[in-house]
Each structure stands twice: as structure tokens, then as C-alpha cells.
């Protein structure tokens, strides 16, 4: 099973030269993403089989790659194949995506090479098992999808985007450079089985919970390391943005659960505090931060950052329910986080995707020149409602179910015995609920200044709909978050043997519970039908719509908008997104982002307009970012005398230097 | 024999609701209307209206999309399947499994992000006023009813909503100071998802502070009917919500003869009419609020909500 990844691994990544090769841009399209798509969908049957079937035993592989001595060790255990499985899904149909999309790529060559080498970075990092391999994976998706990031590097902010993803990207592979280097212990070994049969001491394992917190939290975009995120996300070619918010931050949160769940031993009470307080305090501030926003994509890279959180409060409950044996409960939460795992990805892409539709369509990013693209690209607007409803956790959707399950892992923990866990979980819970609704709030605003209402632009005037291929990829997921979220219990079932290798439990069978309901804990306490749901409300309403129609009246007749008899001919007197948001930033953005408004109003004959100006800060970057690089570049400008000492002083420089060390070395014990 | 006697009752709640809603918003109006000293409409009138406008031509605007025709029929659809689970005069309903309390919040959160997406659909300025103060509202009484249902869940160990209301009647409940801030939290978030005063005015049609009739101002005809019914579905669940959590006495439990299924259709009638007194006298007495207090408003219900549940997760028998 693990070599047959490989080979389709290896396929990926001879595609990148081979892209070159072919010097035709709309041949090298056709084939590089066809033979992309093959080899995900590939990995995905690869991996599906790895998960549900009946043999539990991971299949492993060695290559005699990597360090002499040790040799790249790869694993497919059931944590590697639900991860993989959700990686190829992503890379599938973002390569199916692509193949119409990359049709009016201005950037070909930018773009081709490192597209299959990012995909197959992805995949290296959910199946290495050694920490060099894994490391080196890691970098590898890295670099590949900031050479992604950096294709169309003309335009204004990107280069900044890249500087700052390179950054934060090299700093979090050094955390957990340092964290693989504890566990690995003096003895040095790096393999997955050696790390897993040696246990840290408790002081080693909470640094290297906070190197894998900052490491794999950079990457998947937990709050204060957020900040590259929303920049670098938007930049790459929307199917490579889809592919990074809705897979690769997957892929980092793989990395902490590796890390925390499994390599790490039995975990401590307070951890699962330290991951709830980020989880929490993420989902909050991601999903404010996107309701600010008016560039559709950053919004949505905004919004992957509240779903982190999700992510997170999922597996920090799990790790609070592990550490003081719970294992039921443990399975439960941890099930609902991997879960949003998977419907996360799932319905980001699906998002991403119309992004990129709607980018390609008018031109345009900022909502503040779209709308009314329900009548030109009717479509690409259905799916990308399903997209906007899942994501808001609107039954009978996929995300509903996973936010449910949360709720249910949270009713589970008066439980615990810590006193620290009775005050934090509670506040946890409502933070997630506060998060729920504002994201439902953030996706009326992104789907209703979008799609809604009248063009602002000439550009949305004319958009086009999309080609076949988009579409289709489209469909595919839209299709998905329906079926997810209408029989969750096949999808919760498939993550049992996760849940049963991390925390030794799992939850009930779900497919066998009549009806196709949800169980997670007891039928008396608990259950949740989407199939029957969703039934009653599509029978009720053509019900409704033909008992109506039959029987009342069917006329319909268009005419001019009401407006309450005010009406206007200008688009621009319809709300904007800045506009649809500023009830709830004057409700927390006070707080969060120090929002300021100034009203402008000139004296009476003075012609000029009134104005009225928002500011926001983002209090995370001038408090905690802008200090380190003014505190950098504070130490380089000092540095830099160093470039203009004479030869002698350099010689006594080194001299120095080496007396010091002498003296180092004489004094250590 | 047992499932086609639960399959009659839950189908008789479920018409029972549809008969109802009407006449409990014609009730509050009438009783309104007497407070203030006038004679006010019938309380059919609610009924009369429906038909008038079932039987209207719709005048739809020239830029309504898809979305703006189908999202009346959605929100009628999710309003109702949310009520038809909440226990009126008979606990345990035969569908009550196939929704808990969570996934009905999040029904009528359903139907809010779609009325809210209708209100952008025209694109008016008066529909964008009104989506963008509902979702404000929504974005913490949304959270707010969660921390309600995590309170009562923790004391009812379950939460389905027959179970709790199971749970309710029977004595070992007691009295708790949870359940008492969970109380007034309810009725603080049930205020403001109705769009009634201090946080709306569902009489209103030309003034700034308009928010649920700001969204609906472009709809009409049939349209207009079936968002009006799921306005006074919406007032009935509430009020349903809370008689069967916080005054569940009559309600007649699994199983119970006829008599006791009468004697449970009476009191629910006689709770929702105490219901829609208190509510008709509490909108008297009080002045609408500034539409940027409402956040305060439920902010107060929030961290009523969160403190309930604190007190749970520190002792189960506060």
C-alpha cells in the first residue's frame, strides 16, 4: 500500500520537469493536471482502501533515500490514510478545477512545474515516518506552494505576501526542527517507531508541545501566527489557494496531531488547556477579521483561520478527555474534529474555487466591484451558496454535523476533574457558538455582496459563466458537503480506526443505527438525523410551493423595486460589504481591531462631499510582530558596523572570539 | 398500532402549529391594541390576511434572482420543521430523535441566513439595512440560545428536546439558579429573534430602526404570506420553547390516554395564551431601544447564558 503512494508520488513529482519539457503551454496544461488528477484520485483509492479496510495493520516502506543510516521510512497507519485521503480529494479536484481554470493562467511556466511537486509535498508529509523525512517533506511543501504563492509576484503585495510567508514558514519548520530534535533524545533516533518507545520527561514533552503548537500552528494558521496566512492564500492561483486553505493547513494540523497524539505519550491535564485557549480565542478572531475584509479571497483565507480554531477546540478536548482517561469521550471529540477536518476541506476548496470562478469571470477580487453575479454565472452561484450555507453550519449540511458533534464533546466535559477545565471549557463552548454565528453573518455579507443585488462594475456586467471543468469540480463538492452532512454516519465511521489508534476508543457504529441517524453517546441523549431533515424540509416546501400555486394564485408580475417608494437608478446606493459589516464592527471591533469611524461633514456651502472614514488596526501585527522586526532591524543596523572594521580589528575580533570558546570549553563540566 | 398513534399525534402537532401561529400573533395584537385603549383588528385577522395575500398576483422586481422565489418557500419549510419539533401538548414526539435542540437553533438559523440573503437579493439600500442589523442581531442571540440549550442540557442530561421536556415535568428538577438565568436569558433571546419591542417594532414600516421588515419590504403577494406565517411560526415556537421547558405542567407524556392528551391540548392553549398576554403587556410597557443597545441587550443574554453553564460545570445541583 505505502509503495504504491510512492509510485504515484514519484509520478507527481517527474511531472514537474516534465512540464518544462513540453514547452506547449495548453498541451503542458492537459497533461500535467490530467496526469495530476489521475495520480490524486490515485492516492485517494490508495488511501480509502488503506482506511476502511478490514486489515488494521499499517503498511510500511523504506527507501534508501535521506540519511545513510536511517533511510526514508514511510507509513501508511490509519491517522496517514484519512489524511491522504483528504489531501488527494482536495488535490483531485483542484487539478480537475484547473484544467479550465489555468486556461487564462498569465503565468504558465510559474505555475506548472511546482504545481504536482506541491501536491506531492503534501502527500510526503502525512506519510513519513521519521522525522527527517518528515521534515524535509515539510520544507518541500513549503518552498513548492511559495513558489506558488510568488507566480504572479508582479502585482502589488504579493512579493510582500511571499516575504512574509518564507518567513514564517522557515520559522515554524525550525520549531519543529527543535521539537523532532527533543524527541529524538541525545541517542538520536529519528524514526517514528524509536520516538513513540521513548518517553520525554514531562518538562521535555511541554517544550515540545509548544515547538509542535508553533511549528504546525504557523502552518495551519493558529492566532497570533496567523498573519501570513490571509496574505499568502490569495496570492497563488485560486485552485492553489484552495489547495492551501482547504488541504495544507490540514496537513499542518496533521503534523500537531502526529506530534501531540501519537509520538508524544500520554498527554497532560493543562496541555489541553493551552490548545483549548488558542482553538477559542482562533475561531473568534478568524472569523472577525474576515467579516472585516472586502477582497473575497482574503475573506475566505480569514475564514480558514476560524475553522483552525474549530479544528483545534476539537482536538484540545480530546486531549483533555485522554489525559484523565476518557477515552469515549476523547474518541467523540477527537472524531468531531477530524471530521471538520474533512468538511472543512471539503467546502474551503468548494469556496476557493468559486473564487477563482468569479475572478476569472469579471477580473476582480474586491466584492466592492462585483454583485448581482447570481444572473450572469447562475451556477457558479448555486454551488457556491451550498458552499456559503455549509460553512455557516446550516443543517442539513456537512458542517453542521462536525460543529454538533463539538457541542456534544462539550456537554461531555463537567466530567473532568480540573477545576481549570470546569471554568475554561464553558467559555470555550461559547466562544465556538459566538464563532458559528458570526461566520454564518460573514458568508451572507461575502454571498450577498458577491452574488446579490446589482453589478457595481462594467466587469461584473458582463462576467461569463465558467467552463465544464470548473463547474464540475464544483458540483463534485457541492455534491459532497449534501452527502456529508445527510448520512454523517458513514463519514464518522470511517474515522473510528483513527480514533481507535490515538486514543484507544472509538465512537459507536453509526451505520447500523436505524434510519440513518447520528448516536454519538446514548439514544436518550442525543441524536441528530440529516437525511430525514433534509426530506422534511424539500417535501414541505414543494409542498407548500404546490399546494400554493394550485390552489391561491401562480401570477406573478415584474415591476420596478419598492425601496419604500425611494427609488434609485445607482448600484452604489446598495449596501456594501464595508457597510454590511459595520454593525458588527461597531459591536466588536472596538474592542478587537481599536475601529475607529470619523464622520466628516464639511460646513453648509462648502461643496465638497462628506466622508466618512473606518480605520482598523490589527492589534496582533503592532503588538507582536511590528516590536520583532522593529527589534531585527534595530540589531541589524548595529550589526552593521561590523561590515566596516579594519583588517585589525577583524583579527582581534576572531582572536577574541576563539579565546572565549577555549575558555567555554575549559569551563564546561 | 403504537407508531400509527405517534405518527397521528406528531402529524396533529404539526397541523396544530400551522392552525395556531395566526391567531397567537392576532391575540397579541388584539391584546395590544386594548392596552392601548383602541379596539384593534380581530384576532382572525392574522388568518384574513394570509388568505388576501395567497390570492394576490406577486409583483417581484425587475432584478430578483432565483433565490429571492425560492427563499420563502425555504424559510417556511426550515420554520416549520423546527416547530414541529418542539413539544406542545404531548412530550416525545415520534421525529423528536431526528433533531435535537441544537440542530432547531440551527434551523431557524437556516432561515435567518436565507431571509438575510434575500433582503441583498434586490439590492435596495432598505434590504441591505435590514440583513446587516439581523445578522448583528443573530451573531450573538444565536450564541447566547446555544449557551441556554448547553444549561438545560447539562441539567436534563440530554439534549432532545422531548427528553428535557420529559425531564422538566418530573420532580427530581427542582428549583435551580441556573434554570432561573437560563429563564430570563430565553426570554431576553426570544424578544429579539421575534423582532419584537425593545429590539424591533413588527409594526413598524418607515422607520430607521426597522430590521425584520426592512428584509421583507420587496416581497409580496404569496411571497409576503409565507414569510408572515413563518414570522408567527417562529413567535409560536418560541413561546412553545418555553411553556414546555419552564412550565411543563399538563403536558401529557408518552403514552398518556386521550383524556390526558386533551387535558395537555387545553393547558398548552391556556400557556400560550398567558404567553402572548405577558408578551403584549411587557411590549406595552416599554419603549423600543436604539438599534446600537441591542447588542448590550444580548450581550446581557449571553453572559446570562454562560454563567448558567458555568455554574453547572461547577456543580450539577446549582
Given at each position: 500500500?505505502?509503495?504504491?503512494?510512492?509510485?504515484?508520488?514519484?509520478?507527481?513529482?517527474?511531472?514537474?520537469?516534465?512540464?518544462?519539457?513540453?514547452?506547449?503551454?495548453?498541451?503542458?496544461?492537459?497533461?500535467?493536471?490530467?496526469?495530476?488528477?489521475?495520480?490524486?484520485?490515485?492516492?485517494?483509492?490508495?488511501?480509502?482502501?488503506?482506511?476502511?479496510?478490514?486489515?488494521?495493520?499499517?503498511?510500511?516502506?523504506?527507501?534508501?533515500?535521506?540519511?545513510?543510516?536511517?533511510?526514508?521510512?514511510?507509513?501508511?497507519?490509519?491517522?496517514?490514510?484519512?489524511?491522504?485521503?483528504?489531501?488527494?480529494?482536495?488535490?483531485?479536484?483542484?487539478?480537475?478545477?484547473?484544467?479550465?481554470?489555468?486556461?487564462?493562467?498569465?503565468?504558465?511556466?510559474?505555475?506548472?512545474?511546482?504545481?504536482?511537486?506541491?501536491?506531492?509535498?503534501?502527500?510526503?508529509?502525512?506519510?513519513?515516518?521519521?522525522?527527517?523525512?518528515?521534515?524535509?517533506?515539510?520544507?518541500?511543501?513549503?518552498?513548492?506552494?511559495?513558489?506558488?504563492?510568488?507566480?504572479?509576484?508582479?502585482?502589488?503585495?504579493?512579493?510582500?505576501?511571499?516575504?512574509?510567508?518564507?518567513?514564517?514558514?522557515?520559522?515554524?519548520?525550525?520549531?519543529?526542527?527543535?521539537?523532532?530534535?527533543?524527541?529524538?533524545?541525545?541517542?538520536?533516533?529519528?524514526?517514528?517507531?524509536?520516538?513513540?518507545?521513548?518517553?520525554?520527561?514531562?518538562?521535555?514533552?511541554?517544550?515540545?508541545?509548544?515547538?509542535?503548537?508553533?511549528?504546525?500552528?504557523?502552518?495551519?494558521?493558529?492566532?497570533?501566527?496567523?498573519?501570513?496566512?490571509?496574505?499568502?492564500?490569495?496570492?497563488?492561483?485560486?485552485?492553489?489557494?484552495?489547495?492551501?486553505?482547504?488541504?495544507?493547513?490540514?496537513?499542518?494540523?496533521?503534523?500537531?496531531?502526529?506530534?501531540?497524539?501519537?509520538?508524544?505519550?500520554?498527554?497532560?491535564?493543562?496541555?489541553?488547556?493551552?490548545?483549548?485557549?488558542?482553538?477559542?480565542?482562533?475561531?473568534?478572531?478568524?472569523?472577525?477579521?474576515?467579516?472585516?475584509?472586502?477582497?473575497?479571497?482574503?475573506?475566505?483565507?480569514?475564514?480558514?483561520?476560524?475553522?483552525?480554531?474549530?479544528?483545534?477546540?476539537?482536538?484540545?478536548?480530546?486531549?483533555?478527555?485522554?489525559?484523565?482517561?476518557?477515552?469515549?469521550?476523547?474518541?467523540?471529540?477527537?472524531?468531531?474534529?477530524?471530521?471538520?477536518?474533512?468538511?472543512?476541506?471539503?467546502?474551503?476548496?468548494?469556496?476557493?474555487?468559486?473564487?477563482?470562478?468569479?475572478?476569472?469571470?469579471?477580473?476582480?477580487?474586491?466584492?466592492?466591484?462585483?454583485?448581482?453575479?447570481?444572473?450572469?454565472?447562475?451556477?457558479?452561484?448555486?454551488?457556491?451558496?451550498?458552499?456559503?450555507?455549509?460553512?455557516?453550519?446550516?443543517?442539513?449540511?456537512?458542517?453542521?454535523?462536525?460543529?454538533?458533534?463539538?457541542?456534544?464533546?462539550?456537554?461531555?466535559?463537567?466530567?473532568?476533574?480540573?477545576?481549570?477545565?470546569?471554568?475554561?471549557?464553558?467559555?470555550?463552548?461559547?466562544?465556538?457558538?459566538?464563532?458559528?454565528?458570526?461566520?454564518?453573518?460573514?458568508?451572507?455579507?461575502?454571498?450577498?455582496?458577491?452574488?446579490?443585488?446589482?453589478?457595481?462594475?462594467?466587469?461584473?456586467?458582463?462576467?461569463?459563466?465558467?467552463?465544464?471543468?470548473?463547474?464540475?469540480?464544483?458540483?463534485?463538492?457541492?455534491?459532497?458537503?449534501?452527502?456529508?452532512?445527510?448520512?454523517?454516519?458513514?463519514?464518522?465511521?470511517?474515522?473510528?480506526?483513527?480514533?481507535?489508534?490515538?486514543?484507544?476508543?472509538?465512537?459507536?457504529?453509526?451505520?447500523?443505527?436505524?434510519?440513518?441517524?447520528?448516536?454519538?453517546?446514548?439514544?436518550?441523549?442525543?441524536?441528530?438525523?440529516?437525511?430525514?431533515?433534509?426530506?422534511?424540509?424539500?417535501?414541505?416546501?414543494?409542498?407548500?410551493?404546490?399546494?400554493?400555486?394550485?390552489?391561491?394564485?401562480?401570477?406573478?408580475?415584474?415591476?420596478?423595486?419598492?425601496?419604500?417608494?425611494?427609488?434609485?437608478?445607482?448600484?452604489?446606493?446598495?449596501?456594501?460589504?464595508?457597510?454590511?459589516?459595520?454593525?458588527?464592527?461597531?459591536?466588536?471591533?472596538?474592542?478587537?481591531?481599536?475601529?475607529?469611524?470619523?464622520?466628516?461633514?464639511?460646513?453648509?456651502?462648502?461643496?465638497?462631499?462628506?466622508?466618512?472614514?473606518?480605520?482598523?488596526?490589527?492589534?496582533?501585527?503592532?503588538?507582536?510582530?511590528?516590536?520583532?522586526?522593529?527589534?531585527?532591524?534595530?540589531?541589524?543596523?548595529?550589526?552593521?558596523?561590523?561590515?566596516?572594521?579594519?583588517?585589525?580589528?577583524?583579527?582581534?575580533?576572531?582572536?577574541?572570539?576563539?579565546?572565549?570558546?577555549?575558555?567555554?570549553?575549559?569551563?564546561?563540566? | 398500532?403504537?407508531?400509527?398513534?405517534?405518527?397521528?399525534?406528531?402529524?396533529?402537532?404539526?397541523?396544530?402549529?400551522?392552525?395556531?401561529?395566526?391567531?397567537?400573533?392576532?391575540?397579541?395584537?388584539?391584546?395590544?391594541?386594548?392596552?392601548?385603549?383602541?379596539?384593534?383588528?380581530?384576532?382572525?385577522?392574522?388568518?384574513?390576511?394570509?388568505?388576501?395575500?395567497?390570492?394576490?398576483?406577486?409583483?417581484?422586481?425587475?432584478?430578483?434572482?432565483?433565490?429571492?422565489?425560492?427563499?420563502?418557500?425555504?424559510?417556511?419549510?426550515?420554520?416549520?420543521?423546527?416547530?414541529?419539533?418542539?413539544?406542545?401538548?404531548?412530550?416525545?414526539?415520534?421525529?423528536?430523535?431526528?433533531?435535537?435542540?441544537?440542530?432547531?437553533?440551527?434551523?431557524?438559523?437556516?432561515?435567518?441566513?436565507?431571509?438575510?440573503?434575500?433582503?441583498?437579493?434586490?439590492?435596495?439600500?432598505?434590504?441591505?439595512?435590514?440583513?446587516?442589523?439581523?445578522v448583528m442581531i443573530a451573531s450573538l442571540a444565536e450564541p447566547a440560545m446555544l449557551m441556554i440549550v448547553f444549561t438545560l442540557a447539562l441539567i436534563a442530561g440530554s439534549t432532545q428536546l422531548s427528553t428535557m421536556a420529559g425531564f422538566m415535568i418530573s420532580p427530581e428538577v427542582g428549583l435551580r439558579v441556573s434554570l432561573g438565568l437560563a429563564l430570563i436569558a430565553m426570554i431576553m433571546v426570544a424578544i429579539a429573534e421575534n423582532a419584537r419591542i425593545p429590539v424591533d417594532n413588527p409594526a413598524t414600516h418607515l422607520e430607521l430602526t426597522m430590521v425584520h421588515e426592512a428584509m421583507v419590504l420587496?416581497?409580496?403577494?404569496?411571497?409576503?404570506?409565507?414569510?408572515?406565517?413563518?414570522?408567527?411560526?417562529?413567535?409560536?415556537?418560541?413561546?412553545?420553547?418555553?411553556?414546555?421547558?419552564?412550565?411543563?405542567?399538563?403536558?401529557?407524556?408518552?403514552?398518556?390516554?386521550?383524556?390526558?392528551?386533551?387535558?395537555?391540548?387545553?393547558?398548552?392553549?391556556?400557556?400560550?395564551?398567558?404567553?402572548?398576554?405577558?408578551?403584549?403587556?411587557?411590549?406595552?410597557?416599554?419603549?423600543?431601544?436604539?438599534?446600537?443597545?441591542?447588542?448590550?441587550?444580548?450581550?446581557?443574554?449571553?453572559?446570562?447564558?454562560?454563567?448558567?453553564?458555568?455554574?453547572?460545570?461547577?456543580?450539577?445541583?446549582?
Open positions: 500500500m505505502a509503495l504504491l503512494a510512492i509510485i504515484c508520488l514519484a509520478v507527481l513529482i517527474a511531472m514537474a520537469p516534465v512540464a518544462i519539457a513540453i514547452g506547449d503551454f495548453s498541451r503542458a496544461r492537459h497533461v500535467v493536471y490530467g496526469v495530476c488528477l489521475a495520480a490524486s484520485f490515485a492516492l485517494l483509492v490508495v488511501a480509502l482502501t488503506a482506511l476502511l479496510g478490514s486489515s488494521g495493520a499499517p503498511s510500511v516502506a523504506t527507501l534508501p533515500l535521506g540519511l545513510p543510516w536511517l533511510g526514508a521510512h514511510f507509513r501508511l497507519d490509519a491517522l496517514s490514510a484519512f489524511f491522504l485521503a483528504v489531501v488527494n480529494l482536495g488535490g483531485a479536484a483542484a487539478s480537475l478545477f484547473a484544467i479550465g481554470y489555468g486556461r487564462q493562467e498569465r503565468a504558465p511556466w510559474r505555475v506548472l512545474p511546482f504545481y504536482p511537486a506541491f501536491l506531492a509535498g503534501m502527500s510526503l508529509v502525512v506519510l513519513a515516518d521519521d522525522a527527517f523525512t518528515f521534515l524535509v517533506s515539510w520544507e518541500f511543501m513549503s518552498l513548492s506552494s511559495w513558489a506558488l504563492v510568488m507566480a504572479h509576484h508582479r502585482e502589488s503585495d504579493n512579493a510582500h505576501a511571499g516575504y512574509v510567508y518564507l518567513v514564517m514558514a522557515s520559522f515554524g519548520t525550525l520549531a519543529l526542527l527543535l521539537a523532532f530534535g527533543m524527541l529524538a533524545g541525545p541517542d538520536g533516533g529519528y524514526a517514528f517507531a524509536d520516538i513513540r518507545a521513548g518517553h520525554p520527561s514531562a518538562g521535555l514533552a511541554a517544550l515540545v508541545l509548544v515547538l509542535a503548537l508553533i511549528g504546525a500552528g504557523s502552518k495551519a494558521g493558529l492566532v497570533p501566527l496567523h498573519v501570513w496566512l490571509p496574505l499568502a492564500h490569495p496570492a497563488a492561483p485560486s485552485h492553489v489557494s484552495a489547495l492551501m486553505s482547504g488541504v495544507m493547513t490540514k496537513v499542518a494540523v496533521y503534523g500537531f496531531v502526529r506530534i501531540v497524539f501519537d509520538l508524544l505519550g500520554p498527554p497532560e491535564w493543562w496541555w489541553s488547556m493551552v490548545v483549548l485557549v488558542l482553538g477559542g480565542a482562533t475561531a473568534v478572531m478568524g472569523v472577525l477579521y474576515a467579516l472585516m475584509q472586502h477582497d473575497l479571497k482574503r475573506l475566505l483565507a480569514y475564514h480558514t483561520v476560524e475553522n483552525i480554531g474549530i479544528i483545534f477546540i476539537g482536538l484540545g478536548l480530546a486531549l483533555a478527555f485522554k489525559a484523565y482517561g476518557m477515552e469515549f469521550a476523547a474518541a467523540l471529540a477527537l472524531t468531531a474534529g477530524l471530521l471538520h477536518v474533512f468538511n472543512h476541506s471539503i467546502f474551503k476548496s468548494l469556496l476557493f474555487f468559486g473564487a477563482g470562478a468569479v475572478l476569472n469571470a469579471t477580473g476582480e477580487r474586491d466584492m466592492e466591484h462585483l454583485g448581482g453575479l447570481i444572473h450572469r454565472m447562475p451556477q457558479t452561484a448555486f454551488v457556491f451558496l451550498v458552499g456559503c450555507a455549509a460553512i455557516s453550519a446550516l443543517p442539513p449540511l456537512n458542517g453542521f454535523v462536525s460543529e454538533w458533534l463539538t457541542f456534544q464533546a462539550i456537554l461531555l466535559s463537567p466530567q473532568l476533574p480540573s477545576w481549570g477545565l470546569k471554568f475554561l471549557v464553558p467559555a470555550v463552548g461559547a466562544l465556538l457558538a459566538l464563532s458559528a454565528a458570526l461566520a454564518a453573518a460573514c458568508f451572507v455579507k461575502a454571498y450577498g455582496v458577491t452574488f446579490l443585488g446589482r453589478p457595481r462594475t462594467p466587469a461584473a456586467e458582463r462576467a461569463q459563466e465558467v467552463d465544464q471543468f470548473s463547474l464540475s469540480a464544483m458540483y463534485v463538492f457541492a455534491a459532497l458537503c449534501l452527502i456529508a452532512g445527510i448520512v454523517p454516519g458513514f463519514f464518522i465511521d470511517a474515522l473510528a480506526p483513527v480514533a481507535q489508534s490515538l486514543v484507544g476508543n472509538s465512537m459507536p457504529f453509526q451505520a447500523g443505527v436505524e434510519w440513518l441517524s447520528i448516536v454519538p453517546i446514548a439514544e436518550g441523549r442525543s441524536s441528530y438525523n440529516g437525511l430525514l431533515v433534509f426530506l422534511f424540509i424539500a417535501s414541505s416546501g414543494m409542498l407548500a410551493a404546490f399546494a400554493i400555486h394550485r390552489l391561491a394564485s401562480d401570477k406573478l408580475r415584474r415591476g420596478p423595486a419598492w425601496d419604500c417608494g425611494y427609488p434609485d437608478a445607482s448600484p452604489a446606493m446598495q449596501y456594501t460589504a464595508d457597510s454590511f459589516a459595520q454593525p458588527i464592527r461597531r459591536g466588536f471591533g472596538t474592542i478587537v481591531f481599536a475601529a475607529r469611524e470619523q464622520v466628516e461633514i464639511p460646513p453648509p456651502g462648502d461643496l465638497r462631499p462628506a466622508r466618512l472614514t473606518a480605520e482598523l488596526r490589527d492589534l496582533v501585527w503592532d503588538w507582536l510582530y511590528a516590536p520583532v522586526a522593529g527589534g531585527v532591524s534595530f540589531a541589524a543596523d548595529r550589526l552593521n558596523r561590523l561590515q566596516f572594521l579594519t583588517i585589525r580589528q577583524f583579527l582581534s575580533l576572531v582572536f577574541a572570539a576563539l579565546v572565549i570558546l577555549l575558555l567555554v570549553l575549559a569551563i564546561w563540566p | 398500532m403504537a407508531v400509527i398513534f405517534d405518527l397521528a399525534v406528531q402529524g396533529a402537532q404539526m397541523l396544530l402549529v400551522l392552525l395556531l401561529a395566526p391567531l397567537l400573533t392576532g391575540f397579541v395584537r388584539k391584546v395590544k391594541a386594548r392596552f392601548l385603549r383602541r379596539q384593534g383588528p380581530p384576532v382572525i385577522q392574522p388568518y384574513r390576511d394570509l388568505v388576501r395575500l395567497l390570492r394576490k398576483e406577486v409583483v417581484l422586481a425587475e432584478n430578483a434572482s432565483w433565490l429571492f422565489r425560492v427563499t420563502p418557500y425555504l424559510i417556511f419549510a426550515t420554520t416549520w420543521a423546527a416547530c414541529s419539533l418542539v413539544p406542545t401538548f404531548r412530550t416525545g414526539l415520534l421525529f423528536s430523535w431526528s433533531a435535537d435542540l441544537i440542530a432547531i437553533i440551527a434551523l431557524l438559523g437556516s432561515a435567518r441566513f436565507f431571509l438575510a440573503l434575500a433582503g441583498l437579493d434586490v439590492g435596495t439600500s432598505f434590504g441591505g439595512v435590514g440583513s446587516s442589523r439581523e420587496e416581497y409580496s403577494g404569496r411571497h409576503l404570506a409565507l414569510i408572515d406565517l413563518s414570522a408567527a411560526l417562529k413567535l409560536l415556537l418560541y413561546v412553545s420553547l418555553i411553556a414546555c421547558l419552564f412550565a411543563p405542567w399538563g403536558t401529557a407524556a408518552p403514552g398518556a390516554a386521550p383524556q390526558a392528551l386533551a387535558i395537555g391540548a387545553a393547558a398548552y392553549i391556556g400557556k400560550l395564551a398567558v404567553g402572548g398576554f405577558l408578551l403584549a403587556l411587557f411590549e406595552t410597557a416599554i419603549a423600543k431601544m436604539q438599534v446600537f443597545r441591542v447588542p448590550e441587550f444580548l450581550g446581557a443574554a449571553l453572559m446570562l447564558g454562560l454563567l448558567a453553564t458555568l455554574l453547572l460545570f461547577v456543580s450539577r445541583s446549582l
